[in-house]
């Protein structure tokens, strides 16, 4: 028998710190929080993450791991096509541009959002604004290393 009743669980309003690998669907690392050792941290029902995500943490203890995989519209969303946009080449300078590459654009507020380099076509780039996983299911390995 498991002896977890004492032991504090996720609930809906905690904040919580935990180790997250996501893996595509050919099993490949997307990204991990493992590699440089910097848990995320997550207030739950913020709205940073979907329900769907959130939903699969609810009831998860202190230093237990589970593994779930989320369709695209859960995990980063669909691909939307009006992030995708296309940008006269001159508008880049001297910069090599390289599809693949990711360049960082100052929005009008002074904020910093990435694009992706999809297309380089003549005097046309095509940069897309998504998430990098947007459009992917994604599976998540989670570790629960602190509830607060």
Same mark, same amino acid.
């Given at each position: 028998?498991?002896?977890v009743?004492d032991?504090?669980v996720?609930?809906?309003t905690?904040?919580i710190?935990?180790?997250?690998t996501m893996?595509?669907?050919d099993g490949?690392?997307?990204?991990?929080?493992?590699?440089?050792?910097?848990p995320?941290?997550?207030?739950?029902?913020?709205g940073?993450?979907? =329900?769907?995500?959130e939903a699969?943490?609810?009831?998860?203890?202190?230093?237990e791991?589970?593994?779930f995989?989320?369709?695209a519209?859960?995990?980063?969303?669909?691909?939307?096509p009006?992030?995708?946009y296309?940008? @006269? !080449?001159?508008?880049?300078e001297? @910069?090599?541009?390289?599809?693949?590459a990711?360049?960082?654009? @100052?929005q009008?507020?002074?904020?910093?959002? =990435?694009?992706?380099? !999809?297309?380089i076509?003549?005097d046309s780039?095509?940069?897309?604004?998504?998430? =990098?996983?947007?459009?992917?299911?994604?599976?998540?390995?989670?570790?629960i290393?602190e509830i607060d």
């Amino acid at each position: 028998m498991n002896e977890v009743k004492d032991q504090a669980v996720i609930t809906a309003t905690n904040e919580i710190v935990f180790h997250v690998t996501m893996k595509l669907s050919d099993g490949s690392a997307a990204d991990s929080t493992k590699v440089n050792n910097k848990p995320a941290k997550l207030t739950m029902g913020d709205g940073s993450l979907s =329900p769907a995500f959130e939903a699969q943490l609810l009831g998860m203890a202190k230093g237990e791991s589970k593994e779930f995989t989320l369709g695209a519209t859960d995990a980063f969303g669909a691909t939307n096509p009006d992030n995708i946009y296309h940008l @006269e !080449r001159s508008k880049f300078e001297a @910069e090599s541009l390289e599809v693949g590459a990711i360049i960082m654009f @100052e929005q009008q507020n002074g904020a910093e959002m =990435p694009g992706v380099i !999809r297309e380089i076509v003549g005097d046309s780039v095509t940069i897309d604004f998504n998430h =990098p996983l947007a459009g992917q299911v994604i599976t998540f390995d989670i570790e629960i290393i602190e509830i607060d």
